[in-house]
C-alpha cells in the first residue's frame, strides 16, 4: 500500500492544443507575414472574391518622406480594417496602396544635403536635382512599405501607385489639361500665401499656425479732402495694424459705412503735450481703446472737445496722403492720393480703430477692395521677402534693409516704424501683440500674403458655359481688371439638377457634399461644406523644380493660353514615356507642330501645386485600367480630419470640374493621436512613440487593436499604460480561444449535434451568437470599430468566459465523449 496520493488527471478529458498561452507576438508575426506572402495571400483573396459585389476603398496618399509615425499607424490599421472587414461580408475589396512622391518636402532635403556639402541648388542642373529628389522619394517608399507591412496590412504591395510614375504624371497633366480646355484656368495676380524661405506659394494644407507676439503700431494718414468739411485741415485718421510692413505699399483705407466715427479733438492749455490740438478720426466705440494704446490720459491740462460725428457712409470721397509722402516728393507711387474705401463686408469694432489700411499686394480683402476700385498692386516685394532693388521705399543695399518678416521689420524700432516716427505719424508701437499667425509646417517659418502671378481655377465661373480663358502677362492684367472669362472651350459634365446646367464648380461641390456623400462622422460634412463655401479661387502653381510642370503655352501677344487638342495630346504621350522630363527638357517645337512657332509662346515652368496631383489620384487608380479589378466612383475615402482641407478636398474639387461628381461615396474621418496627456506629439516636446519599437516590444497585433479600440472619430491617445490595457484585453480574448481550441482537440463530425436536440443553455448561446453577429455586421458597415472590439471582447468575456464556458466546463471534463450535453456543448464551441 503507497501513501501517494492518486493522479486524477488521467480521468479527465482536460483542453489539448498547441495553441501556447503566451502569444510571442514579436517574434511570430514576421512568419506568419512570410508565410502570407510565400502562398500570394492577397492575390487568393481577389481569386475567391472574383465577381462578386465591389467595395472600392481608394488608399490616400501618405507623403515619402521618412519612417512611418504613430498617426501612420492608426491610419494604415483603419483601412486595413475596412478591407478586411468588407471582405469578410463577401465582397470584393481590393487595396491598392499608393504614396504622394513630389513637392517642396522632398526638395527641402535634398536642399538639406546640398547646404551640407557646400553646394547651390541654383548651380545643379535641374534635370539633376529632379533625379536626386525621385531617388530620395523611391527610397522612403520602399522604406515606409516594408514597416507597413510589418504592421500586418494586407495590400497589392508589389504594385502600388505612385504619382512620380511617369503614367501618374502624365495623367495629371492630362486632367489638367481637361480644366484648359474647358476654360477653366486663368493665370491671375492675387494675393496667396507666400513663404519667403522656401519662396514659393503655399496651399492652406502647408500652413500651421502658431502663437506668435507681433509689433503693433497705430499710424495717423493725414486727409487733405473730403465732403465733410470738418474733416480738412489739421485731421488724422487713425489706423491701426500688426504687420508695420506693409504700411510703405499703402495705396487706401477702408471704413465701415455703418459704424459711427468720432472726429477726437485734443487740445491742452499749456501746449506742451506731443498730441496738443491733434484731430484724429476713430470708431466712436473704439476711441477709449485707442486712446490707452496712445497712452493718452484726459487731465485738467489735456481735454477732449466736443464730439463731431459722422457715419462711415458719409467718408465716401475723403482723401488722405501716405505719411512717407514728404520723404520721398518725387515718387509717383508716394504722391498718389489714398482714398477712403467701403469696405463693410470686412471693417469691424471688433480692434484697432475702424479704419483699416489697404496694401493690395498683402490682403486677400485688400486685393478685392482695391481691384473693385481701379487699384492695382505693385509688387514691390520680391520672391524672398525683400522689398525690390528699384522700390521707392529701401535699397536692398541699405544697412537698414532686410527681410521683410526679418525683426528689424517688424520691432518699433525698425526702419519703417523709424520713417514713421520721423514723419510725425507713428502715434503708438509696441511689441506685445500677441495673436495666432500662419507659419510653413516645412520650414516653421512665418508666411506672408504677396501678390503674384498664379495659376487658378475659378470656383464660381460655370463649368458648362462657353469660355475664353486668358492668360495675359500681370502688366497687362493690371490695365484689365483680369478675371477668369470665358473661352471656346466646353466639357459637358454630368450636373445634378439640384444645382442647374450652367453651375460653377463650387455649386457642383456643395451639391455633392450636401446631398450625395456620406459623412462618417457626420459632422466631417459641415467642416468640408464651411471650407468649400468660404475657399478662394484654387491656386494651382508653385514656383519649384520637383513636381508635375503646368504644361501649358502662353501668347505672347493676346496672352492666351494655346488650347489645341492635338498639342496637348503630343504632351501627355511624351509625359507617358518620359515623365515630367519630357516637358522640361522638351524640343517644344515638336510639341507644337507646324501651326504654331515656339517664338510666338512663352513656355510654362511653374510646377502643379502637391494638393492637385494627389487629388487626380482617382483618375489613374480608380479608371486607368492599371488596375482592372477597380472602378468610379470609390465607396469609400479614409483620412485624417486635417484632410478636410488637404485630399479630400483637392480630390472633391478636382473631380467634380472634370466629372461633375466627387470620386468617392463616402468619406471617413479619423482624430489626431495624441500622447497618453491629451498632447499633440512633438519631437521637440520628447513625447513620440515609436510604432517600430512598439511592435518590436508587444507585437503588431497589439498596435492593430489600440487602433481599432479607441474613437478614433475624435482625438484620441496612446501611452505605456494605455497599451498595457490593450495587452491585457489582447490576453483575455486569447485565453478564450486557447480554452475552444483545447475543448475540441480531439472535436469529430459525427460529434456534431443538431441544434433542435440541444440543451436550452446552448441554444440560448447561439442566439446570442446570432445577436452579436447581426450587431457585428452593423458595426462593420458603420466603420464603428471600437464598438465593433467592445461587442466581440464582450461577449468573449461575459457570455463565454464567466457564463458558458463556467458552466459546461465539468461537463467538458468529466462526461462521457458520447454524452449528449457534452456532444452538444463542444458542437457550439466549433460553431
Not at 478586411?84 to 491598392?96: C, E, T, W, Y
Not at 507676439?213 to 494718414?221: C, K, N, P, R, Y
Not at 494638393?611 to 465607396?635: I, M, N, R, Y
Not at 450535453?821 to 457550439?828: C, E, G, L, P
Request: a negative charge.
Amino acid at each position: 500500500m503507497t501513501d501517494e496520493a492518486p493522479d486524477y488527471k488521467d480521468t479527465v478529458f482536460l483542453p489539448k492544443t498547441d495553441f501556447p498561452m503566451k502569444a510571442g507576438l514579436a517574434n511570430k508575426e514576421p512568419g506568419i507575414l512570410e508565410r502570407w506572402q510565400n502562398i500570394g495571400l492577397y492575390e487568393k483573396l481577389r481569386a475567391a472574391r472574383d465577381g462578386q459585389e465591389k467595395f472600392i476603398f481608394h488608399d490616400g496618399p501618405p507623403y515619402a518622406n521618412g519612417n512611418i509615425h504613430i498617426g501612420h499607424s492608426l491610419n494604415k490599421t483603419l483601412k486595413d480594417l475596412v478591407v478586411r472587414s468588407q471582405n469578410m461580408l463577401g465582397k470584393d475589396a481590393p487595396f491598392v496602396p499608393g504614396w504622394d512622391c513630389h513637392g517642396l518636402p522632398i526638395e527641402w532635403k535634398i536642399e538639406e544635403q546640398y547646404r551640407k556639402k557646400k553646394r547651390n541648388k541654383d548651380e545643379v542642373p535641374a534635370s539633376e536635382f529632379r533625379a536626386e529628389c525621385r531617388e530620395y522619394a523611391d527610397n522612403w517608399v520602399n522604406v515606409q512599405r516594408e514597416e507597413f507591412k510589418r504592421l500586418g496590412i494586407l495590400a497589392q504591395w508589389d504594385k502600388p501607385y505612385l504619382t512620380m510614375d511617369y503614367d501618374a504624371e502624365a495623367a495629371i497633366v492630362a486632367e489638367l489639361l481637361k480644366f484648359a480646355e474647358a476654360g477653366q484656368l486663368y493665370r491671375g495676380a492675387k494675393p496667396v500665401m507666400w513663404s519667403p524661405v522656401e519662396k514659393t506659394a503655399l496651399a492652406e494644407a502647408e500652413v500651421e499656425y502658431e502663437d506668435i507676439t507681433s509689433t503693433q503700431i497705430d499710424v495717423a494718414f493725414e486727409i487733405v479732402d473730403s465732403p465733410i468739411q470738418a474733416l480738412v485741415g489739421g485731421v488724422f485718421a487713425v489706423i491701426w495694424t500688426t504687420t508695420p510692413w506693409t504700411i510703405p505699399v499703402n495705396q487706401a483705407i477702408a471704413f465701415g459705412a455703418d459704424i459711427e466715427y468720432e472726429l477726437v479733438d485734443l487740445h491742452c492749455a499749456s501746449g506742451s503735450h506731443p498730441l496738443d490740438c491733434a484731430k484724429l478720426l476713430i470708431a466712436k466705440e473704439l476711441v477709449d481703446q485707442v486712446l490707452a494704446r496712445l497712452k493718452v490720459q484726459i487731465s485738467d491740462d489735456l481735454e477732449l472737445s466736443p464730439i463731431e460725428t459722422f457715419k462711415g457712409s458719409e467718408l465716401v470721397g475723403t482723401i488722405a496722403k501716405h505719411p512717407m509722402v514728404d520723404k520721398f516728393p518725387d515718387s509717383e507711387f508716394y504722391t498718389k492720393p489714398r482714398p477712403f474705401l467701403d469696405g463693410s463686408h470686412f471693417v469691424t469694432t471688433e480692434a484697432g480703430t475702424g479704419l483699416v489700411h489697404m496694401a493690395p499686394d498683402h490682403g486677400e480683402d485688400d486685393f478685392d477692395l482695391c481691384k473693385a476700385n481701379g487699384i492695382n498692386p505693385v509688387f514691390a516685394v520680391d520672391a524672398d521677402g525683400v522689398y525690390r532693388d528699384d522700390w521707392d521705399w529701401l535699397p536692398r543695399g541699405d544697412e537698414r534693409a532686410g527681410g521683410v518678416i526679418n525683426k528689424k521689420f517688424v520691432s518699433s524700432a525698425g526702419p519703417i516704424c523709424e520713417d514713421l516716427r520721423a514723419a510725425g505719424a507713428l502715434l503708438s508701437a509696441s511689441d506685445d501683440f500677441q495673436h495666432s499667425y500662419p507659419h510653413s509646417w516645412r520650414s516653421k517659418a512665418k508666411i506672408i500674403y504677396r501678390c503674384t502671378p498664379q495659376w487658378f481655377v475659378p470656383m464660381d465661373s460655370p463649368l458648362s458655359a462657353p469660355q475664353t480663358v486668358r492668360a495675359e502677362p500681370f502688366e497687362a492684367q493690371l490695365a484689365n481688371d483680369q478675371d477668369p472669362s470665358t473661352s471656346s472651350g466646353r466639357t459637358e459634365l454630368e450636373i445634378g439638377s439640384a444645382v442647374g446646367i450652367n453651375a460653377t464648380l463650387r455649386e457642383i461641390a456643395l451639391d455633392e457634399i450636401r446631398n450625395k456623400v456620406r459623412f462618417v462622422p457626420e459632422r466631417g460634412r459641415r467642416r468640408l461644406e464651411s471650407m468649400v463655401e468660404g475657399r478662394p479661387d484654387w491656386v494651382l502653381s508653385r514656383q519649384r523644380a520637383w513636381g508635375v510642370p503646368i504644361a501649358l503655352y502662353v501668347d505672347r501677344k493676346t496672352g492666351e493660353y494655346l488650347n489645341d487638342p492635338a498639342v496637348n495630346e503630343r504632351i501627355i504621350a511624351a509625359f507617358k514615356t518620359g515623365g515630367a522630363d519630357a516637358w522640361f527638357d522638351a524640343d517644344h517645337q515638336q510639341f507644337l507642330g507646324n501651326d504654331h512657332k515656339l517664338d510666338d509662346y512663352e513656355v510654362i515652368t511653374d510646377i502643379l501645386d502637391v494638393w492637385f496631383d494627389s487629388g487626380c489620384t482617382h483618375s489613374f487608380v480608380l479608371e486607368s485600367g492599371k488596375w482592372p479589378d477597380h472602378q468610379t466612383p470609390a465607396d469609400l475615402y479614409l483620412e485624417g480630419s486635417d484632410q478636410h482641407r488637404g485630399w479630400f478636398q483637392s480630390s472633391l474639387l478636382e473631380s467634380c470640374g472634370t466629372r461633375g461628381r466627387a470620386p468617392y461615396k463616402a468619406v471617413l474621418t479619423h482624430g489626431m493621436t495624441l500622447d497618453k496627456n491629451g498632447k499633440k506629439m512633438s519631437k521637440s516636446l520628447g513625447n513620440t512613440l515609436d510604432p517600430q519599437k512598439i511592435i518590436n516590444v508587444n507585437g503588431a497585433d497589439i498596435l492593430r487593436l489600440w487602433a481599432a479600440s479607441v474613437d478614433f472619430t475624435e482625438d484620441h491617445r496612446i501611452g505605456d499604460e494605455i497599451l498595457k490595457g490593450v495587452t491585457d484585453s489582447y490576453r483575455k480574448l486569447r485565453n478564450t480561444f486557447r480554452y475552444m481550441l483545447g475543448g475540441l482537440g480531439d472535436f469529430q463530425d459525427s460529434e456534431r449535434v443538431a441544434v433542435a436536440d440541444m440543451p436550452e443553455l446552448e441554444r440560448y448561446i447561439l442566439h446570442r451568437l446570432a445577436e452579436v453577429d447581426a450587431e457585428l455586421k452593423q458595426h462593420v458597415n458603420d466603420f464603428a470599430f471600437g464598438p465593433y472590439i467592445r461587442t466581440l471582447t464582450a461577449f468573449a468575456q461575459d457570455d463565454l468566459s464567466a457564463f458558458f464556458f463556467d458552466i459546461r466546463k465539468d461537463c467538458l471534463y468529466c462526461d462521457a465523449p458520447d454524452d449528449p450535453k457534452r456532444m452538444a456543448y463542444r458542437t457550439v464551441m466549433d460553431i
